[in-house]
């Protein structure tokens, strides 16, 4: 059975990748045309755009994504891939509402992780192994619920079933189909590895570097607190914006029920807030 690193940026996943090696290594880029977010330095946007076979402007994460990603490919050989950039994904026409604006991804419907890694992965997968793998999982020791979730999921063999477009009908229409394509493993938590172990491997090894305040996932995910979500105003204004123009433009949608982006950026906030590793996403594609 062929084996997949999938990896999103983040400490855990880069763990998996040098101290598990796998047939594939595999990173879904998220992308926006928005030139408000354009990643700074021209020479490596150029990099990164030859990396994933089509333009790159910016993302929607935190531009060091970008750098750490760099770094991890000096050590480990990664194919970058890519989908739609993420206004495209919300703005496609499958994705009209009964009040003619577009349904933005929120925590009940989560299709940003479908479209923008779920699929492209998928894709690869299809294109370069077409069996079911082993792909494994960065869920750590003290996440064993996180991991009883994805394996409730999974079929009587232990492996993951994905419902895709597997064709077309003689009308034109899409053909879906349901194929089975991957077995999830969780090596960090067979082997006992928690976060702190995962924090002093990083800070022993500076081949790669996380500085403080990087989080990955997009810097405007919206299972991340209001207050959490202004701090990340404070610190990249662009990014939000992006999410509150996101919001402007599909009215009255909006990414949570309780607070629009516009608020969150208005709030007038009278504490320095400390968070935590921030991982929400149980799929095993964003957050880790």
């Not at 690193?5 to 983040?10: A, D, E, R």
């Not at 494994?136 to 079933?161: A, V």
């Not at 089975?180 to 090596?187: A, D, H, V």
């Not at 909006?254 to 009278?270: C, E, L």
């Amino acid at each position: 059975m062929k084996t997949v690193n999938s990896l999103s940026g983040g400490k855990s996943s880069s763990y998996i990748a040098i101290n598990y090696p796998a047939d594939y290594n595999v990173f879904s880029l998220v992308r926006t045309n928005d030139k408000d977010c354009m990643y700074p330095d021209s020479k490596v946007r150029q990099i990164v755009s030859d990396k994933i076979g089509c333009e790159f402007i910016g993302t929607t994460e935190q531009d060091e994504i970008i750098k750490i990603m760099l770094e991890l490919s000096e050590i480990v050989d990664i194919d970058w891939i890519t989908a739609e950039p993420f206004e495209n994904i919300i703005n496609g026409t499958w994705n009209k509402g009964k009040n003619g604006s577009n349904y933005l991804p929120n925590q009940m419907v989560r299709y940003c992780t479908t479209h923008l890694k779920m699929i492209p992965i998928f894709n690869y997968w299809k294109q370069n192994i077409n069996e079911v793998c082993e792909m494994r999982i960065g869920f750590r020791k003290g996440e064993e619920k996180r991991q009883s979730n994805m394996l409730s999921k999974l079929n009587d063999k232990g492996n993951e079933e994905i419902k895709i477009v597997i064709g077309n009908h003689s009308n034109g229409q899409k053909k879906w189909g349901i194929v089975e394509w991957r077995k999830p493993t969780f090596p960090l938590i067979e082997n006992q590895i928690d976060n702190k172990q995962i924090h002093t491997f990083w800070e022993k090894n500076k081949h790669v570097t996380f500085s403080k305040g990087y989080y990955n996932n997009c810097v405007g995910c919206f299972h991340r607190s209001p207050l959490f979500l202004n701090k990340m105003y404070q610190e990249h204004p662009n990014k939000i914006e992006w999410f509150a123009k996101m919001e402007e433009m599909n009215k009255p949608n909006t990414f949570r029920k309780d607070v629009t982006y516009k608020q969150i950026m208005n709030f007038n906030s009278q504490m320095e807030i400390q968070f935590e590793d921030f991982s929400e996403c149980d799929s095993g594609f964003c957050g880790l």
